[in-house]
């Protein structure tokens, strides 16, 4: 059977790299299926949430929901607390026998803070993806991690917010799913 990769994060919003970055490892790592998991809140990002944890499911529903090998899990939405890794993978493991978890560079460089890291490298194989324009030397390279040449999208969610914020365009930066919902919903704009 073919592992399935959690590719976890606050998501808010979801964006065009987010997507274009889940291709890439689903194709290169040939993988069942990518799970997209929405922390209800993050460790490391429990001051700056923006949108709620309804809405930022909702959008990452948006924008995966015509990819058949795509998939949305709410686990860590519905615990209503802090998320953390170690506790999403005991979870899979129960249902999938190979895992795995897809970071970003930002987060390989903090992955010593994450709880239990150790017993994280244990339960699945871990995949950083390079958004770093400059290539990383090999002494850079942790030999636990699978380090992917993904494509470089300098697409963030805090840029998404900061254009909404001052009434710019997100075409492009987010499926069009997305910026429909945020317009609905009048998110980011600082006057909900």
């Given at each position: 059977?073919?592992?399935?990769?959690?590719?976890?994060?606050?998501?808010?919003?979801i964006h065009i790299g987010?997507?274009?970055?889940?291709?890439?490892?689903?194709?290169i790592h040939r993988l069942?299926?990518?799970?997209?998991?929405?922390?209800?809140?993050?460790?490391?990002?429990?001051?700056?949430?923006?949108?709620?944890?309804?809405?930022?499911?909702?959008?990452?529903e948006l924008a995966i929901k015509?990819?058949?090998?795509?998939?949305?899990?709410?686990?860590?939405?519905e615990k209503h607390k802090i998320s953390y890794t170690i506790d999403t993978l005991k979870n899979l493991?129960?249902?999938y026998d190979k895992v795995e978890l897809i970071i970003g560079y930002d987060n390989y460089l903090v992955f010593n803070k994450w709880k239990q890291a150790d017993e994280i490298l244990q339960l699945a194989k871990v995949v950083v993806l390079n958004r770093r324009v400059d290539k990383m030397g090999k002494d850079e390279q942790d030999e636990?991690?699978?380090?992917?040449?993904?494509?470089i999208i300098q697409i963030t969610s805090t840029?998404?917010?900061?254009?909404?914020?001052?009434?710019?365009?997100?075409?492009?930066?987010?499926?069009?799913?997305?910026?429909?919902?945020?317009?609905k919903k009048n998110l980011y704009s600082g006057s909900r």
């Open positions: 059977m073919k592992p399935v990769g959690l590719f976890g994060g606050t998501f808010d919003p987010h997507l274009i970055t889940a291709q890439s490892v689903f194709e069942q299926k990518i799970i997209f998991m929405p922390a209800y809140v993050s460790p490391l990002k429990i001051d700056y949430l923006s949108a709620s944890s309804e809405d930022r499911t909702k959008m990452v015509d990819y058949p090998y795509f998939e949305l899990s709410r686990y860590e939405i493991k129960k249902r636990r991690f699978i380090f992917i040449d993904n494509p840029e998404i917010r900061e254009r909404v914020r001052k009434n710019m365009p997100i075409d492009f930066l987010v499926h069009p799913k997305v910026k429909e919902y945020i317009e």
